[in-house]
């Protein structure tokens, strides 16, 4: 048996670590051409600089797992042993041992091999095809869908808001998970949170289908759709719907969990209300995107909690 010795663990640990770095950058959404070619000639160094950053990426999908399986708050972290350090398990090491943001933050494959994309705080105007605008709100993935008879797209995750002006024959569609949405001459907001699907008319009229049923939404109503489960039509306000778009987010009535998981969508790290009686209470406010990191001043002053700071960007309110 080969022995391990001290310069081994601490290479594989400072490889697995190089390695998570890289990973980062490329699913932050700011990495560049020279960024990608830097990675591809590090991870071809050796054996040893490949296999560090495939242990990471599958480390990163195992911890998924288990953060959301186990109920553990997503900021604990275990410690390593030299053991562990060497092997697969050296991932898991490096990924526990250093302060990092909350894996939501981190997108999934198929968002990475999405056409468009917008990192944290990110909007983009996107014009698709004549007569068809869409703009993405943070953390979205949007793929084309090439169809010369009837083009359309697919959101993956996150936000859009879209304008379609087409003629009165033509047709684009959007697709999110199971559901598809047709467009004329219509404005809408869809919003695609891991397979929970959420379409709002803003005007004009859209065609939705869901499996073999045909739902028909008007002028300020939104229909929500969870797997199969397809919820009652309801109203809502386009101004609050919109904001974000005008650089805004919006609150009434709404509890502060529901508030703080919004906000933790436009910053990095993330916001975490560690009393249920507090994350329930119901507030109405109004927060910059531009000054988003203002939000946690904020909340705490709006909801008269305390708060305490962790590595990485987490904040707990108490």
């Excluded at 830097?38 to 490949?50: F, G, L």
């Excluded at 995750?157 to 598809?180: C, D, N, S, W």
């Excluded at 609150?251 to 906000?263: G, M, P």
């Amino acid at each position: 048996m080969e022995a391990v010795t001290s310069d081994d663990t601490d290479q594989a640990m400072s490889l697995q670590k190089e390695g998570m770095q890289w990973l980062a950058l490329m699913i932050s959404g700011r990495a560049t051409d020279q960024d990608l070619a830097e990675m591809e000639r590090w991870k071809h160094q050796s054996p040893a600089h490949a296999e560090a950053l495939a242990s990471a990426i599958e480390m990163r999908r195992l911890v998924a797992i288990q953060d959301k399986f186990s109920g553990e708050p997503p900021f604990l972290y275990r410690p390593a042993t030299r053991r562990l350090a060497l092997g697969g398990a050296a991932a898991a090491a490096a990924v526990y041992a250093v302060a990092r943001p909350p894996l939501a933050l981190w997108p999934s494959l198929s968002e990475l091999r999405a056409d468009y994309r917008t990192g944290i705080g990110e909007q983009r105007q996107i014009a698709l095809v004549h007569g068809v605008s869409v703009a993405m709100n943070t953390r979205t993935s949007l793929s084309l869908r090439p169809d010369p008879g009837r083009p359309g797209i697919e959101v993956v995750t996150g936000e859009v808001a879209m304008t379609t002006q087409l003629p009165k024959a033509a047709r684009f569609t959007v697709y999110a998970g199971k559901i598809q949405i047709s467009a004329g001459d219509a404005n809408f907001d869809l919003r695609n949170d891991d397979g929970r699907i959420r379409v709002s008319c803003l005007e004009g009229h859209l065609e939705i289908r869901a499996g073999n049923a045909l739902r028909e939404l008007g002028p300020s109503e939104q229909l929500q759709f969870a797997g199969n489960v397809v919820e009652e039509a309801v109203r809502v306000d386009p101004v609050i719907l919109t904001a974000w778009r005008h650089g805004l987010l919006i609150f009434h009535d709404a509890s502060l969990s529901n508030i703080v998981a919004e906000i933790n969508r436009y910053r990095a790290g993330k916001i975490v209300v560690m009393n249920a009686a507090l994350a329930n209470r119901r507030f109405n406010g109004q927060f910059k995107i531009a000054h988003i990191d203002n939000a946690v001043v904020e909340l705490a002053h709006l909801s008269n909690a305390s708060t305490a700071s962790l590595p990485g960007g987490i904040v707990l309110l108490t």
